[in-house]
């Protein structure tokens, strides 16, 4: 069964370096999301992205993130200057239609120090 | 805006047992879906349920479903014949239609006690 895969599952950063988290949805899925989750807090929406383009971002995804769809496979997340507090579980969910089911990768733990 | 809340932070049950987990959401829309994800100490979030708000039947997924009261806005998850593997720490999550995002509730952390 085709599934979401998130590279690396974990990364140790150093606070104001620039960290690139990297995804690869469900081939046939058109809509890609990042979410993430602080430890022992709810999982939080960042951003979505079809066509190319964000169609939509929370308050979290502030000037220092970015998303990027650079071929037809990996779907990226940038951080650019990285902070104590990005550090959480970042998600990234892929799906076919506005209507169907979110599909979750296995996420990428980011620590920074 | 939308809110979901999970009351019960832990449950715990016997190994082939039942278990109901809660879930209440507020929304004003009429249109929705809403979700049940299991996420295992691996960390990963693997979607157990769904459900439409167009839909008045429950709906059901081996040993999982749902008990879903739109007009109470209530939409609790069944395990009948609870695994060990059935551990795990679930959200319910709830999506207006045509929307992109998800909005999650805090969590149960379910444990089964062999």
């Known amino acids: 069964e085709p599934e979401v895969t998130q590279t690396p599952s974990h990364q140790v950063t150093q606070m104001g370096q620039e960290v690139i988290l990297r995804c690869v949805p469900i081939?046939?899925?058109?809509?890609f999301y990042w979410y993430r989750q602080i430890l022992g807090q709810k999982v939080e929406f960042l951003v979505s992205?079809?066509?190319?383009?964000?169609?939509?971002k929370s308050e979290i995804f502030d000037d220092q993130f970015s998303v990027e769809r650079p071929d037809g496979s990996n779907f990226t997340l940038k951080i650019r200057s990285t902070k104590l507090e990005d550090s959480a579980m970042y998600f990234c969910?892929?799906?076919?239609?506005?209507?169907?089911?979110?599909?979750f990768g296995p996420g990428t733990r980011l620590l920074v120090l | 805006a939308q809110t979901v809340t999970q009351s019960q932070p832990e449950m715990s049950v016997q190994e082939a047992e039942t278990v109901t987990l809660s879930c209440t959401y507020d929304?004003?829309?009429?249109?929705?879906?809403l979700f049940w994800y299991k996420q295992p100490p691996s960390r990963q979030m693997i979607l157990v349920i769904r459900?439409?708000?167009?839909?008045?039947q429950n709906a059901t997924e081996n040993r999982f479903s749902v008990n879903f009261q739109k007009a109470a806005k209530s939409f609790s998850l069944k395990i009948s014949d609870s695994q060990l593997g059935d551990a795990a720490m679930y959200f319910c999550?709830?999506?207006?239609?045509?929307?992109?995002?998800?909005?999650f509730g805090t969590g149960t952390r379910l444990t089964v006690i062999p």
């Open positions: 459900q439409e708000a167009y839909k008045q």
């Open positions: 929304t004003s829309e009429s249109d929705y879906y």
């Open positions: 969910a892929s799906r076919m239609t506005e209507t169907e089911t979110q599909y």
């Open positions: 992205f079809y066509n190319n383009e964000i169609s939509e």
């Open positions: 081939s046939n899925h058109l809509y």
């Open positions: 999550a709830y999506s207006e239609a045509g929307a992109n995002n998800l909005f």
